[in-house]
């Protein structure tokens, strides 16, 4: 495809974007629809209003389906939030959940979307974050929930899991495994376990280490990296393995707070092309945090891909 095809598919994909949202009834911003001609005007002062920095958007979260045929989008309507699905060739609309934004008396704050993503082509998965009232504190609760462009009726994955009324976070997904229409990869106190999308089951773990709590798939949607802190101490660890074959191994164990103890280590920063390869971000040679490259074979660190002489990077 060249250049001009690829910027009128482009073109026509929001252009339909647009006809849906400003064709919903009721839809609207936080700001009413006829002053939103007014709200980026500039005033008399010479400054853009406040108001034209906190209306809702009309929408957000826009997600292309893993074919490119659908794209999902959160569309402002009224009070509410409204998760579409629409279809780029056929301009076929689909709600698929409608969320409540007026925010209640009782609580500090409305539920809010965190994120959302394409689990396969037909499934729409969004990260929900709920306030919850407990004795004397209030705090919030994240939830995954799913909805399926064929029968599109919106699902709390988590609604049933064990402790699912005390865990705030149940939406620490590591992959929604476009390859996979039937799972995703989630972190479940530190397990890499698989979730069946349809009946809502957590399937048994595929990785568990003391201390690491979080992990990465690469471009292959393979777990290969590991990382977190240890509980009650400062102290960091990376794991990581070439390939699906191979053992996950500790790759470092550091504390930034304490480098004259531990020496100098690293953070986990990206997958490049090559599997036994990966960037990290380290400051073992300015003082300042710069991107390397990581042999996963010899274990040793690279080239710097990039660095600031001002700056540190993350």
Known sequence: MNRSNRASTGFRWLVNLLVVVLSISGCQSSIRMDEVGQQAEVDESG???AKAFFGNPLFSHVRLSPSGRRIAALVSRGENEVLM????E?????PLTVLERKERSHFLASQ???GVGWASEDIVAMSVSRPIAGPGFMRRQHSLIVSDVRDPRARDLGKDWPFSKYLRQQDLVISLLPDDP???LLNWF???RRVDLKFSRLRSFEFKKKG???WAVDHEFIVRIGYSGERWTNEFEVWGRISDQDRIEKLVKWDPLDIEETGVGFYFAGFSEKPELI???SERETGRYAVYEYNLRTREIGRAVFEHPEYEVY
């Open 182 to 184: 039937g799972r995703l």
């Open 190 to 192: 530190g397990e890499v």
């Open 212 to 214: 690491i709590g979080a």
């Open 279 to 281: 960037y990290i971000a």
């Open 112 to 114: 809010k979307v965190v």
């Open 47 to 49: 400054k853009i209003p």
């Open 90 to 94: 056929t301009g076929e609309r689909v």
């Open 85 to 88: 699905s629409i279809d780029l």
